[in-house]
């Protein structure tokens, strides 16, 4: 498990520790709640799949209707914010750009779910890539909802080259490996535990060096009008995707493997 993705599971079961091993009611009701993953479903997600296998969603009253893959973290706003799920893992930058353009509107986000952001532009070393200089004059492949993509433009303020000095091509998720590898794009942007899976010797040249951002975190509805709180239900969530959490950290072995077992579209 990468530390990106490591720190932030010992951080949140340590710190909901207390709330997720609380008493539970016997005949807790059950609400109904729609959640989407940040992204195709890979071993990151994993404790969500656990802690709805293991009960403890049905345990605090969350009948969890949806668990389905995403499009994208920043997709995951519109997705909430649309109705269609009531909470998902988003990228918290989308999250702060919506909510800048829609005041009354706005959206919380509830819980970190990794405290760096994986961020990162890969190539391969035949490129001959190695510093951001190196990028001036390539083609890249993104989707265009792709989080590293929308903050290349600060990345390439930070390190002092001219983002339009990069050529992209908007191309569907399934398609940004295999253009990198066939040679068809110099280099591809997207998270480095994702993309790392699909690759052999990549070069991660953007890894959240250049620029501190916040990254993806549980995004729920804003349920007052007056104050950014939480229903019950999301909070009956999160205290079961502790429960999930608190079970995978070193066990690895099974975590991992999870996805792949409770949903075809595993990319693993």
């Known amino acids: 498990m990468t530390s990106t993705l490591r720190r932030p599971l010992l951080a949140l079961a340590a710190g909901g520790a207390a709330l997720a091993m609380g008493a539970v009611p016997a005949a807790a009701q059950q609400t109904a709640v729609k959640f989407t993953l940040d992204f195709v479903i890979q071993g990151p997600q994993a404790p969500f799949f656990l802690a709805a296998e293991r009960g403890h ?69 035949d490129k001959g890539i190695a510093s951001p200089k190196d990028l001036a004059g390539r083609k890249a492949a993104a989707p265009s909802f792709d989080t590293p993509f929308r903050l290349f433009s600060l990345f390439a303020k930070a390190t002092g080259i001219d983002p339009k000095s990069v050529t992209w091509a908007n191309v569907a998720p399934p398609l940004r490996e295999p253009m990198l590898a066939q040679g068809q794009a110099d280099l591809i942007s997207g998270f480095s535990f994702t993309i790392s899976i699909f690759l052999f010797g990549p070069i991660p040249i953007l890894a959240n060096r250049a620029i501190s951002s916040f990254s993806d975190g ?18 009956d969530f999160i205290c079961s995707t502790v429960r999930g959490l608190m079970n995978v950290i070193g066990r690895t072995d099974f975590g991992a493997g999870l996805p792949r077992n409770s949903e075809s579209v595993c990319t693993l």
């Open 218 to 235: 549980c995004v729920g509805q804003n349920r007052s009008t007056k104050f950014m709180i939480l229903n019950m239900s999301d909070e």
């Open 57 to 125: 969603y049905a345990k605090e009253g969350v009948n969890l209707t949806a668990l389905d893959a995403g499009r994208g973290s920043a997709d995951t706003v519109n997705r909430i914010a649309s109705g269609a799920y009531d909470i998902g893992i988003g990228d918290i930058n989308a999250l702060i750009e919506f909510n800048s353009k829609n005041p009354g509107k706005e959206l919380i986000a509830v819980m970190m779910y990794y405290d760096s952001g994986p961020f990162a532009i890969i190539t391969l070393r």
